[in-house]
């Protein structure tokens, strides 16, 4: 009797060497491990917001700027805007927050939020599509919607970018809203907390917001090389897309599941035993 073949995505035995992977993991994961001395240099980090201010002194250099718009028939499109700029200030604070926290990765911007920091689901998703297709490693949304009937279409986006090791940082909503992307399990989803160590980060035993970082009493960059004083989980989740920026490039085989792992194990509340 002639046995069943294997059913797709099974592995043949002649194909298990192919896959052997040698961890660079030590027997403990410090967080010296993970990122000391890492400046985020070769990591390409995604702005997805209301635009970068190129000009402003804490930002530096903007690698790439796209606007996502929609056409007459309301189909969003990319359109390349080379120097787009800012309409509000906000994706200028989350960059200038990433290129303090590791100052050589590249910062990109997509532009789907207008002057008043507001913008629509379907554009944002489509931005969110294009800058998973580019390869960025990093993504911040320090933004999310309130439209159920997108969900499915920006779980699925999310779940291609966690297969494709692009890592997407996503800001738990500042009020008691049903929101999306950031309750997704795909995502790592952060709220803020009070700490005033811009690398101090918590991991939450009770997901769906999964870390917390600096988020209170911040100053940060806007618009007209100009600074502010805020708060919010927006730049909470800045500052853990910085800190993710720092691990990959020191460790640029991760891929998401185990970027996510040593996140929980070199956060300030956990305790490895030995």
Not at 25 to 36: D, I, M, N, Q, S
Request: aromatic share 6%.
């Amino acid at each position: 009797m002639t046995p069943d073949p294997l059913p797709a995505q099974s592995l043949l035995a002649d194909d298990v060497s192919g896959i052997s992977r040698v961890s660079p993991w030590p027997h403990e994961v410090t967080r010296e491990w993970a990122l000391g001395g890492s400046t985020g240099a070769g990591i390409r980090v995604c702005v997805l917001d209301s635009g970068i201010d190129q000009e402003h002194p804490l930002v530096g250099d903007i690698a790439t700027s796209v606007v996502v718009e929609s056409d007459e028939e309301g189909v969003p499109f990319v359109r390349d805007e080379g120097e787009s700029g800012d309409l509000f200030g906000h994706g200028t604070a989350c960059a200038g927050i990433i290129r303090k926290l590791a100052p050589d990765c590249e910062i990109a911007s997509v532009r789907v939020l207008g002057n008043d920091n507001r913008g629509n689901g379907a554009i944002m998703a489509h931005g969110l599509k294009w800058a998973i297709e580019q390869g960025y490693r990093v993504i911040n949304m320090s933004l999310s919607t309130t439209r159920h009937d997108l969900s499915a279409l920006l779980h699925d986006l999310i779940d291609d970018g966690w297969y494709r090791r692009t890592a997407i940082f996503a800001s738990a909503h500042n009020r008691s809203v049903t929101s999306y992307p950031w309750r997704f399990s795909s995502v790592f989803s952060v709220g803020s907390h009070e700490e005033e160590d811009p690398l101090t980060f918590f991991s939450n035993p009770a997901p769906p917001v999964e870390f917390f970082a600096k988020g209170v009493d911040l100053e940060v960059a806007w618009l007209g090389g100009s600074t502010i004083s805020s708060a919010g989980n927006s730049f909470a989740t800045a500052h853990l897309s910085g800190i993710a920026a720092l691990v990959l490039a020191k460790h640029p085989e991760l891929n998401s599941h185990e970027l996510k792992n040593i996140l929980h194990l070199i956060s300030d509340n956990t305790e490895v035993s030995s």
